[in-house]
């Protein structure tokens, strides 16, 4: 079966200071990958998407950026976080090649920049 | 890709049933709707996924009418549990699934 392992689960990290998050999939060769981030009570906001390595679309211009170094590991950086990137940051896949596709998310990351 | 339009929020109380309804005014041929469950501090989780007509399962049902304009998200007795955001998506294989608002479920006992 297919699994998704995002961590670490919470971070607390200064303004400026840079940061990593990382996701990978088991299970599933070639998916599709996905960062969301969501504010506080609000909905989920797609960041970047990624339908094979190297490849990224990036859906809101901001200081962050993603990479694909391998086909099932996604990883959300920064080089110098700003408070407004403070939010629940998700990573997800999904098949890719299916019309009715579905998500499915990982655990979450909670990033507070104080 | 087609927009959604939910609820912001529904109030409900335990044992009644509770139908969200999902705007798509925009739902192209070969999109499918797909309903997915959030809690705090949680990823979403899907429900529920259809195509036109109704669907059924172990946790909810889901109706789309014949223009599939709309959808409704039909959950049967609901309990304190069912306390969540509820977001509606529509889409084909595209590369890219954008979530709405969603609608925030609050149910009482």
């Known amino acids: 079966s297919q699994t998704i392992h995002q961590w670490p689960a919470t971070l607390v990290q200064p303004v400026g200071s840079p940061l990593s998050l990382e996701c990978t999939v088991e299970?599933?060769?070639?998916?599709?990958l996905y960062w969301y981030r969501q504010a506080a009570g609000r909905g989920l906001q797609l960041l970047f998407y990624?339908?094979?390595?190297?490849?990224i679309s990036s859906e809101v211009p901001q200081n962050l950026s993603a990479s694909r170094p391998q086909d099932r590991q996604f990883i959300l950086s920064s080089k110098k976080l700003l408070l407004s990137d403070s939010g629940f940051y998700l990573c997800?896949?999904?098949?890719?090649?299916?019309?009715?596709?579905?998500?499915?998310f990982g655990s979450g990351t909670q990033l507070s920049v104080l | 890709l087609a927009k959604t339009t939910q609820p912001i929020s529904m109030d409900s109380y335990e044992g009644q049933e509770v139908n969200i309804t999902c705007s798509h005014n925009?739902?192209?041929?070969?999109?499918?709707i797909t309903w997915y469950q959030q809690f705090p501090s949680q990823g979403p989780r899907f429900i529920i996924q259809g195509y036109k007509t109704k669907v059924t399962n172990e946790v909810a049902s889901l109706f789309i009418p014949a223009d599939r304009k709309s959808s409704t998200l039909s959950l049967p007795r609901v309990s304190l549990s069912d306390t969540a955001v509820y977001y509606c998506?529509?889409?084909?294989?595209?590369?890219?699934?954008?979530f709405g608002t969603g609608t925030r479920l609050q149910v009482f006992p």
């Open positions: 299970g599933t060769s070639n998916p599709n």
């Open positions: 925009n739902i192209a041929t070969n999109d499918y």
């Open positions: 997800a896949w999904s098949v890719g090649r299916e019309a009715n596709e579905k998500l499915f």
């Open positions: 990624s339908v094979g390595i190297g490849q």
């Open positions: 998506l529509v889409g084909p294989n595209t590369d890219k699934l954008i």
